[in-house]
């Protein structure tokens, strides 16, 4: 008997299954019997993946080691898309085991910001310019001294050099780990709004923008400029708003970060060089297991690499580029700039802020300077 609100389900009636293409019922029975043993097997593989199948999916998503990686560059730049395939590789060759998230152009904070994060443990890496550093570890601005590096071989030489194991020794007593092998951002030039920097004197009184370090506010104020130490990420608005007529950068960031829409000149001053330091929080790498550490480390150090060669050609190429792009360029005489320096006595003053041992380690490579 069926409640008032059962649905009665009955089966169509029996018919006698036939298969027009077969020549006799045996044939049909057969084929019948067939169809179903091809059905089950099927089932039962699907059956078999699936229940294979799912702990991978699941294996796949969920990480064992999830750490995020901040940056100030824009998303284009060598060093995001080398570290896009870095992340890649790490998850590949640690099983899924370590994500390593990218967050670029400063999408979790200013330099400043994320300095203090990575001591923090709110980010667990962050690669950020020796320059700005040295406001927690005042070594690690030295590869910043004005017109010290005439090229890349010198700077190599210095920084995969006892001058890079000092600093990178100084940076671990700030508690934070740093990688092997530095980043390139390149050499610094200077663009502006308002005129060409064709000698030392055309600094005078010039506002630019620098990065919040001593060390680019001092040397600026020996040229008699008027530095203004803003954040990267309120350079381009600064530009436009005039609160500052220039700022100095690389080539390649320049053109990421289209400063070009606001500025109209850049002169080829080459006056620092400047690189990004891969940098650690401490308890996070230490709770990294020794085999997953070691591919993290082994894949952050071959994509600097990589990223070395790649700004350096990107740096010789986008000078055309940005010409297209309405700027003007020039190529001052060095020399000018390096003996105002010295008449300043700026050489002389960071030779004593730095301390005798690491002055001699730059002087061993880039030659005298105070």
């Given at each position: 008997m069926l409640t008032n609100n059962a649905v009665r389900v009955t089966a169509p009636p029996a018919r006698n299954w036939r298969c027009k293409s077969c020549k006799n019922k045996d044939q049909g029975d057969d084929q019948m019997r067939l169809s179903r043993r091809s059905l089950l097997k099927a089932s039962a593989a699907a059956g078999v993946m699936g229940s294979l199948g799912a702990p991978l999916v699941a294996r796949a998503q969920q990480a064992e080691f999830t750490y995020k990686f901040a940056n100030n560059l824009p998303d284009s730049h060598p060093l995001n898309v080398r570290a896009k395939e870095m992340s890649a590789a790490i998850k590949t060759e640690t099983n899924g085991r370590f994500d390593l998230q990218i967050f670029p152009n400063n999408q979790l904070g200013s330099d400043t910001d994320m300095l203090s994060q990575i001591r923090s443990g709110g980010v667990e890496f962050f690669t950020l310019s020796g320059l700005i550093l040295s406001t927690l570890v005042p070594a690690a601005s030295i590869n910043g001294i004005g017109f010290a590096f005439p090229d890349y071989a010198t700077v190599w030489k210095a920084m995969d050099g006892d001058?890079?194991?000092?600093?990178r020794g100084q940076i671990a007593k700030a508690n934070l780990v740093v990688m092997d092998n530095i980043w390139d951002n390149g050499f610094r030039q200077t663009t502006s709004s308002t005129k060409p920097i064709n000698g030392p004197d055309d600094f005078k009184g010039f506002k630019i923008r620098v990065p919040v370090s001593p060390l680019w506010t001092s040397m600026f104020k020996a040229f008699d400029a008027s530095p203004a130490s803003i954040n990267f990420s309120e350079v381009y608005s600064a530009l436009q708003t005039k609160i500052v007529e220039g700022?100095?950068?690389?080539?390649?960031?320049?053109?990421?970060?289209?400063l070009y829409e606001v500025?109209?000149?850049?002169?080829?001053?080459n006056h620092m060089w400047d690189g990004f330091w891969f940098l650690a929080n401490r308890r996070a790498w230490e709770k990294l297991p020794d085999n997953v550490r070691a591919v993290v480390a082994k894949n952050i150090n071959a994509a600097a690499v990589k990223e070395r060669a790649d700004t350096e050609k990107l740096n010789a190429t986008v000078m055309e580029e940005l010409k297209g792009k309405g700027l003007i360029f020039n190529q001052p005489d060095v020399a000018p700039f390096r003996q105002k320096l010295r008449d300043a006595k700026f050489y002389a003053e960071w030779k004593g802020k730095y301390g005798d041992q690491a002055w001699e380690?730059?002087?061993?490579?880039?030659?005298?300077?105070?």
């Open positions: 001058l890079g194991n000092y600093v700022q100095e950068n690389p080539l390649a960031l320049i053109s990421t970060a289209k500025q109209k000149y850049c002169s080829l001053t380690l730059l002087e061993k490579s880039v030659g005298k300077l105070a």
